[in-house]
């Protein structure tokens, strides 16, 4: 193996100081909003306008197209902390970032990334990413949407569903057929504005958590799309559908990690704090135990999602790593938050305490941008190939 | 304008601890932060930065190396140019020693309109090394600044005072050190963090670099003692005089007059 493969362990001084940053805004600005988005279903839209005023809605971009000319890792460390005590404001900057502006950044040309990128990574407008239709999940080859070209535009028809931010973005990446003879080589990738004709947002769904980011449907009826919003090639569009769920599933796992880092915390807190039989729960061994596996978890998580993004940060391939990185941190999140409330006993199971918003949150993790079985799929099929 | 900002990297007294034996402070893995009152001096400049054109902010510290870090803080919140002072020969300095650094660092940057520091550092308390500075310049200070007007080569502060303010006008150039009351210091953005490491740079000098007499800096340049640190003894619990009947009153008066109080 190259020197160059080894990850680096220790953050650089401005990773740190960025994840200082990041801590500070998460405590004193998300925190407090954490449990009225979640019980409101209501999406955060002061706290991207912060988070745009701090740079952080283009943390990998270079500073030519709005971004902040950071790196992957630190972008990853900034969905962990906001994830530490929201993780509907974690996935807000994950879909955003990785699927949203990411495919811009990788594929667009330059006309487009001057239209649309600079005002995503600068966080004037919010990105959001298209694929999964209802009959499209697991097996996204199967679009059912249509572009037809028609002149000098593309008529886009059909529906996705399940889509990250939907309603409360601006700018779309959104995949549809524009040859069925060829499966998913008849898939293309298109840049589409909210406010195109023929473009609207359905029913916004009900989940079991992260409640206050918005997951909506997307109607296109004839929607109308200029010819100059295709993103990279025509049929290319699968191609560009999986890679950017390979980079985006660093920020899943970053959000992953972050939840169950943020249940960890709380579980150390208030194990210290609680009293039974006259002494605190720290003192239990039963307990003691329970601690030392999410920590141990927690720990292991964090470091394949840096392995991650470190890999991708140095251009070398990580959609393998990616794909671990993700299938681990979710299953973390899950096992960590639900010990975490199982610590709290009754009083875990109310929303006086906000671990049982985190297991909510958490179970997402293990289902979108790939479910866990996907992830496997990944990994499997590169360690047998 | 060209403001100079010094600043001081304190350890955080949030997280210090004094050693129960020797009543020194534990500094071993105790983060360091940039001084309160200096975070207040650079938001004052970083104010006027955003008000004015052609506002260039200088930081200057004289510190370990590690002192890097408070000003790479400082200039991804938007200070253009940091300079750390840096020396073995430098330990030990009491505020004097401090202040013929400082002042020597300052001739040698040279030309500058206005010099903020923060009032006084957290860890010493001493509230000396500003005024001195000024003083070693030749320049005109205002101290407790919680209010900065700039009117061409005028400024004109607020001096806080114990009931109330004084209104003060100045010329520059001048020094002025700084209290929390002046502003909400900012917070760096991520862009500014990356531009702080990877565009800006930390010029570091050492003693030669500023041309300095060795007799005037670092222990041999200061005249103060530090004889002993203690924690002071706890004052032990008052006593009550619990009833209001005219013999408790004179047992209180009789006590006061033991301790010759009345």
């Given at each position: 193996?190259?020197?160059?493969?080894?990850?680096?362990?220790?953050?650089?001084?401005?990773?740190?100081?960025?994840?200082?940053?990041?801590?500070?805004?998460?405590?004193?600005?998300?925190k407090?909003?954490?449990?009225?988005?979640?019980?409101?279903?209501?999406?955060?839209?002061?706290?991207?306008?912060?988070?745009?005023?701090?740079?952080?809605?283009g943390?990998p971009?270079?500073?030519?197209?709005?971004?902040?000319?950071?790196?992957?890792?630190?972008?990853?460390?900034?969905?962990?902390?906001?994830?530490?005590?929201?993780?509907?404001?974690?996935?807000?900057?994950?879909?955003?970032?990785?699927?949203?502006?990411?495919?811009?950044?990788?594929?667009?040309?330059?006309?487009?990334?001057?239209?649309?990128?600079?005002?995503?990574?600068?966080?004037?407008k919010?990105?959001?990413?298209?694929?999964?239709?209802?009959?499209?999940?697991t097996?996204?080859?199967?679009?059912?949407?249509?572009?037809?070209?028609?002149?000098?535009?593309?008529?886009?028809?059909?529906s996705?569903?399940?889509?990250?931010?939907?309603?409360?973005?601006?700018?779309?990446?959104?995949?549809?057929?524009?040859?069925?003879?060829?499966?998913?080589?008849?898939?293309?990738?298109?840049?589409?504005?909210?406010?195109?004709?023929g473009?609207?947002?359905?029913?916004?769904?009900?989940?079991?958590?992260?409640?206050?980011?918005?997951?909506?449907?997307?109607?296109?009826?004839?929607?109308?799309?200029?010819?100059?919003?295709?993103?990279?090639?025509?049929?290319?569009g699968?191609?560009?559908?999986?890679?950017?769920?390979?980079?985006?599933?660093?920020?899943?796992?970053?959000?992953?990690?972050?939840?169950?880092?943020?249940?960890?915390?709380?579980?150390?807190?208030?194990?210290?704090?609680?009293?039974?039989?006259?002494?605190?729960?720290?003192?239990?061994?039963?307990?003691?135990?329970?601690?030392?596996?999410?920590?141990?978890?927690?720990?292991a998580?964090?470091?394949?999602?840096?392995?991650?993004?470190?890999?991708?940060?140095?251009?070398?391939?990580?959609?393998?790593?990616?794909?671990?990185?993700?299938l681990?941190?979710?299953?973390?999140?899950?096992?960590?938050?639900?010990?975490?409330?199982?610590?709290?006993?009754?009083?875990?199971?109310?929303?006086?305490?906000?671990?049982?918003?985190?297991?909510?949150?958490?179970?997402?993790?293990?289902?979108?941008?790939?479910?866990?079985?996907?992830?496997?799929?990944?990994?499997?099929?590169?360690?047998?190939? | 304008?060209?403001?100079?900002?010094?600043?001081?990297?304190?350890?955080?007294?949030?997280?210090?601890?004094?050693?129960?034996?020797?009543?020194?402070?534990?500094?071993?893995?105790?983060?360091?932060?940039?001084?309160?009152?200096?975070?207040?001096?650079?938001?004052?400049?970083?104010?006027?930065?955003?008000?004015?054109?052609?506002?260039?902010?200088?930081?200057?510290?004289?510190?370990?190396?590690?002192?890097?870090?408070?000003l790479?803080?400082?200039?991804?919140?938007?200070?253009?140019?940091?300079?750390?002072?840096?020396?073995?020969?430098?330990?030990?300095?009491?505020?004097?020693?401090?202040?013929?650094?400082?002042?020597?660092?300052?001739?040698?940057?040279?030309?500058?309109?206005?010099?903020?520091?923060?009032?006084?550092?957290?860890?010493?308390?001493?509230?000396q090394?500003g005024?001195?500075?000024?003083?070693?310049?030749?320049?005109?200070?205002?101290?407790?600044?919680?209010?900065?007007?700039?009117?061409?080569?005028?400024?004109t502060?607020?001096?806080?005072?114990?009931?109330?303010?004084?209104?003060?006008?100045?010329?520059?150039?001048?020094?002025?050190?700084?209290?929390?009351?002046?502003?909400?210091?900012?917070y760096?953005?991520?862009?500014?963090?990356?531009?702080?490491?990877?565009?800006?740079?930390?010029?570091?000098?050492?003693?030669?670099?500023?041309?300095?007499?060795?007799?005037?800096?670092?222990?041999?340049?200061?005249?103060?003692?530090?004889?002993?640190?203690?924690?002071?003894?706890?004052?032990?619990?008052?006593?009550?005089?619990?009833?209001?009947?005219?013999?408790?009153?004179?047992?209180?008066?009789?006590?006061?007059?033991?301790?010759?109080?009345?």
């Open positions: 193996m190259k020197e160059e493969a080894f990850m680096n362990f220790s953050l650089t001084k401005e990773q740190e100081m960025v994840r200082k940053l990041l801590k500070e805004f998460s405590e004193k600005v998300v407090p909003l954490a449990a009225e988005i979640d019980a409101t279903e209501r999406f955060p839209r002061e706290t991207v306008e912060k988070m745009a005023r701090f740079d952080m809605m943390i971009f270079p500073k030519k197209y709005g971004g902040a000319g950071g790196d992957n890792l630190t972008y990853a460390i900034a969905v962990e902390e906001l994830s530490k005590v929201c993780g509907t404001t974690g996935v807000i900057l994950s879909a955003h970032t990785s699927l949203g502006a990411q495919p811009i950044y990788q594929y667009g040309t330059e006309e487009q990334k001057m239209k649309y990128l600079v005002p995503l990574a600068k966080g004037e919010v990105g959001a990413f298209g694929l999964t239709e209802p009959n499209a999940g097996d996204s080859s199967a679009q059912q949407t249509v572009a037809v070209l028609d002149g000098d535009n593309y008529i886009l028809n059909g996705k569903v399940f889509i990250t931010n939907g309603g409360e973005a601006d700018i779309y990446i959104v995949f549809a057929m524009t040859d069925k003879s060829k499966g998913n080589k008849g898939i293309s990738a298109f840049i589409v504005e909210k406010d195109f004709i473009f609207s947002i359905g029913k916004k769904e009900e989940k079991l958590g992260i409640r206050g980011s918005s997951t909506t449907e997307l109607i296109f009826e004839n929607c109308i799309v200029p010819k100059e919003n295709l993103l990279g090639q025509e049929n290319k699968f191609g560009i559908a999986m890679q950017t769920l390979d980079g985006g599933r660093i920020g899943i796992a970053a959000q992953a990690l972050g939840i169950a880092e943020g249940a960890l915390d709380e579980a150390v807190k208030y194990m210290k704090e609680r009293k039974q039989f006259g002494m605190p729960l720290s003192s239990f061994q039963g307990l003691q135990w329970m601690i030392a596996d999410m920590a141990t978890r927690v720990e998580a964090r470091f394949l999602v840096y392995n991650a993004a470190d890999k991708k940060d140095k251009k070398l391939t990580f959609s393998t790593e990616a794909a671990m990185a993700k681990f941190a979710a299953e973390t999140a899950m096992d960590v938050t639900t010990k975490a409330v199982q610590i709290f006993g009754g009083y875990g199971y109310t929303r006086d305490y906000p671990v049982e918003r985190m297991m909510r949150d958490a179970k997402i993790t293990e289902i979108y941008e790939g479910t866990s079985q996907v992830q496997k799929m990944v990994i499997a099929a590169k360690v047998l190939k | 304008m060209k403001i100079i900002v010094c600043i001081k990297q304190v350890p955080d007294t949030n997280e210090v601890k004094l050693d129960p034996k020797t009543g020194t402070l534990i500094r071993d893995g105790v983060p360091s932060i940039i001084n309160h009152d200096d975070m207040n001096a650079l938001e004052g400049a970083l104010e006027l930065k955003d008000r004015y054109k052609d506002v260039e902010i200088t930081l200057l510290t004289m510190g370990p190396p590690q002192a890097d870090v408070a790479r803080e400082a200039l991804a919140m938007g200070a253009d140019r940091a300079i750390l002072v840096s020396d073995r020969a430098f330990a030990g300095a009491d505020t004097w020693a401090t202040s013929n650094t400082l002042t020597a660092a300052i001739k040698k940057i040279g030309s500058f309109d206005m010099i903020f520091c923060g009032r006084q550092a957290i860890d010493g308390d001493t509230a090394v005024p001195q500075v000024a003083e070693k310049l030749d320049l005109p200070q205002v101290t407790y600044v919680q209010k900065i007007e700039v009117t061409g080569d005028k400024v502060v607020q001096r806080a005072l114990e009931d109330g303010y004084e209104v003060i006008e100045v010329k520059m150039p001048c020094v002025l050190t700084t209290i929390k009351e002046l502003n909400t210091p900012r760096a953005s991520v862009k500014g963090i990356f531009e702080a490491y990877r565009e800006k740079t930390v010029e570091n000098w050492t003693a030669k670099d500023i041309e300095i007499d060795p007799e005037i800096i670092g222990l041999n340049g200061s005249p103060t003692n530090v004889r002993k640190t203690f924690t002071p003894e706890p004052k032990g619990k008052g006593t009550m005089l619990p009833g209001c009947d005219k013999d408790t009153v004179c047992d209180l008066f009789g006590r006061l007059k033991e301790k010759y109080i009345i």
